[in-house]
Antibody, heavy 116, light 108 residues
């Protein structure tokens, strides 16, 4: 069974940093592209970043230069380093597996709150 | 950026009725790189449909997707009690990947 378990969320002050982790199990992690997707409470979904099997990375303009996605295949882990956080980054962050373009497996999410 | 607009915002229906949800793209989504997700309160989204019309593993056949280009539809043939939720479309043709704002299917 595919499992994705996020951790590292919490309360952080504006301009602060946070590192999210995602522990993957039940599949060969190194063979899959991975994503982070976020959701403001009660609102829609926003794609935050992606990383390919070769380590290539992709970001929307809203987080480019502030967020860094990375992976450690030996540990079946995905990371999201978030710097210069803003109130607008407050959301639940999901770790998501990519299967041929569509995202077929989602973790339960970790809440990030940016507030003073 | 491809903008996806879902309609209606809310659909009020009774169990057993047919639900038709629309997703319109601001530009053509090639190769039907369009997916639909279901989200229930307190849960992560679940993939229902990919490639505009292919059901994901374990998804009942009452869910079907259709469309191409800029107009896509998710149809639930007969609503079951567990189908009342929020539904999102997503395109994965262009970068950034974008989602629609969601359609809530509620019990009438």
């Amino acid at each position: 069974e595919v499992q994705l378990v996020e951790s590292g969320g919490g309360l952080v002050q504006p301009a602060g940093s946070l590192r999210l982790s995602c522990a993957a199990s039940g599949f060969t992690f190194s063979n899959y592209d991975m994503h982070w997707v976020r959701q403001v409470t009660g609102r829609g979904l926003e794609w935050v970043s992606a990383i390919g099997t070769a380590g290539d990375t992709y970001y929307p303009d809203s987080v480019k230069g502030r967020f860094t996605i990375s992976r450690e295949n030996a540990k079946n882990s995905l990371y999201l380093q978030m710097n210069s956080l803003r109130a607008g980054d407050t959301a639940v962050y999901y770790c998501v597996r990519d299967l041929g373009g569509q995202t077929d497996s989602w973790g339960q999410g970790t809440l990030v709150t940016v507030s003073s | 950026e491809i903008v996806l607009t879902q309609s209606p915002g809310t659909l009020s229906l009774s169990p057993g009725e047919r639900a038709t949800l629309s997703c319109r793209a601001s530009q053509s989504v090639s190769s039907s790189y369009l997916a639909w997700y279901q989200q229930k309160p307190g849960q992560a989204p679940r993939l229902l449909i990919y490639g505009a019309s292919s059901r994901a593993t374990g998804i009942p056949d009452r869910f079907s997707g259709s469309g191409s280009g800029t107009d896509f539809t998710l149809t639930i043939s007969r609503l079951e009690p567990e189908d009342f939720a929020v539904y999102y479309c997503q395109q994965y043709d262009g970068s950034p990947r974008t989602f629609g704002q969601g359609t809530k299917v509620e019990i009438k």
